[in-house]
């Protein structure tokens, strides 16, 4: 096929099999804890929010999950004891979702141990690479957020 956009193809490939290892790896390392990477990253999200809470619908945008998911993931961390969920003191509407001494306890104990794994992920680029692959990266997801974004399919 000629018209075949052979670098850009070898790229994408090359960033989703990337990608999709890096995945598989740090939710190998999170599977012995009965979670995924949705479960940790919106556990690590609430952590790191202020007084370590946040509603669900501020998790959905910044962990990319519908609300469907974020109820799943949402009822995961609660079972697992690492958070809890409760009406909001400003506002009776809003559900807030807390993070528990426990959640705080297991991600200061399983988040040090995921270290190597990225430090390993990056270890022969230098710090000017790591720069570099950054700014690249950030420019290729605002391209595909312009592409979504013009997207008329449903």
Do not use: W
Request: contains cysteine.
């Amino acid at each position: 096929m000629p018209e075949l956009p052979v670098r850009e193809v070898v790229l994408l490939r090359l960033l989703l099999s990337t990608g999709t290892a890096a995945l598989e790896e740090v939710e190998r390392c999170l599977k012995p804890y009965g979670m995924n990477d949705s479960d940790f990253r919106t556990l690590m999200m609430i952590y790191c929010s202020p007084g370590g809470r946040a509603s669900p619908g501020e998790l959905c945008d910044a962990a990319q999950q519908g609300p469907t998911n974020m109820t799943r993931i949402a009822n995961v961390l609660v079972k697992l004891g690492f958070v809890t969920r409760s009406t909001s003191a400003e506002d009776r509407r809003r559900v807030e979702l807390s993070i528990t001494p426990s959640g705080r306890k297991f991600a200061r104990k399983v988040l040090p141990g995921l270290f190597p794994r990225v430090l390993g992920a990056f270890a022969n680029l230098t710090a000017t690479e790591k720069k570099t692959l950054a700014h690249l990266l950030r420019r290729v997801a605002a391209n595909i957020d312009n592409l979504t974004a013009s997207d008329p399919r449903p």
